[in-house]
């Protein structure tokens, strides 16, 4: 079946610890994107790639860092400089250019302590 | 500034009953509409999605909803709801040219038995 994964589920790992979250999928879409979800404050967008080699930051990057050199996968480390790096992230994907529907992953709980 | 605006954190109804889910968005131009719905600590799921043409949507699970132009307004509604509606409910806009969505802060909707 096609769609998105995410691994792991869970996630802990000591405060100044750099932790990078896995995202995979096998839609063959073009665009790809990390949102950080909080409670009551909905979905915030970190990074997100139109194509391979290419990402564009969003509205909350710092302390977040990407790479795209597959199309199929979109990897986000977490860094150290990250405040507040406790939170709940969803990867998703989506065809072609602008505003098709997003396809979301399962999402990892990340606790940083 | 471009915005999403779900009024109602929690939202409270009892099998059976109709439910009316509020968004509205503040956009430059008509952008692309979506909900979606998230169960505990899953991803999300598309539920419907206006592009163009007519106001009323359908969907899945049995979900339907508006679009108002003159009210800058896309409301979700469902006429019975089922236990298992129990969820959090997401309303975004995305611009057609454009990749990046903008998500309400999200509705949790509680069904009682």
């Known amino acids: 079946d096609g769609g998105i994964t995410q691994s792991p589920k869970y996630l802990f790992r000591k405060e100044g610890q750099n932790v990078t979250l896995s995202c995979e999928q096998n839609l063959n879409h073009d665009a790809m994107y990390w949102y950080r979800q909080d409670p009551g404050q909905g979905l915030r967008l970190i990074y997100y790639s139109q194509i391979v080699n290419d990402f564009q930051k969003g509205d909350i990057a710092e302390g977040y860092s990407v790479s795209r050199e597959k199309k199929e996968s979109f990897p986000l480390t977490v860094t150290s400089a990250q405040k507040n790096p406790t939170a709940f992230y969803l990867c998703?994907?989506?065809?072609?250019?602008?505003?098709?529907?997003?396809?979301f992953g399962p999402g990892t709980r990340l606790t940083v302590t | 500034a471009q915005s999403v605006t779900q009024p109602d954190i929690h939202i409270t109804v009892s099998e059976g009953a109709s439910l009316e889910l509020r968004c509205n968005y503040s956009?430059?131009?008509?952008?692309?509409l979506f909900w979606y719905v998230q169960s505990p600590g899953q991803g999300l799921q598309l539920l419907l999605k206006y592009f163009s043409g007519d106001t009323l949507v359908q969907g899945i699970k049995g979900f339907e909803a508006e679009f108002k132009r003159s009210q800058s307004s896309f409301n979700l509604r469902k006429p019975s709801v089922h236990w298992s509606d129990a969820a959090e409910y997401f309303c975004?806009?995305?611009?057609?040219?454009?990749?990046?969505?903008?998500f309400g802060t999200g509705t949790r909707l509680k069904v009682l038995a």
């Open positions: 975004a806009v995305a611009h057609p040219e454009t990749y990046k969505y903008i």
């Open positions: 956009y430059g131009a008509t952008p692309y």
């Open positions: 998703a994907s989506s065809q072609g250019q602008g505003a098709g529907e997003q396809y």
